[in-house]
């Protein structure tokens, strides 16, 4: 199954709290956190919700 790393490139303050909820979600708490899931999707709706937030690379 293929896999995408996604990595916090922007701070969660001043953003709704589902964006943040999202974040949280996929294991993201602090500018550079790192992490990989699945590429399904469930998580490119996640990532839809915060691309302004997040950088992702396929793995």
Known sequence: MDKVKITLKKSLIGCKQDQIATAYALGLKKIGD???QPDNQPTNGKIRKISHLVE???A
């Open 34 to 36: 790192e992490t990989v």
């Open 56 to 58: 992702v690379v396929k």
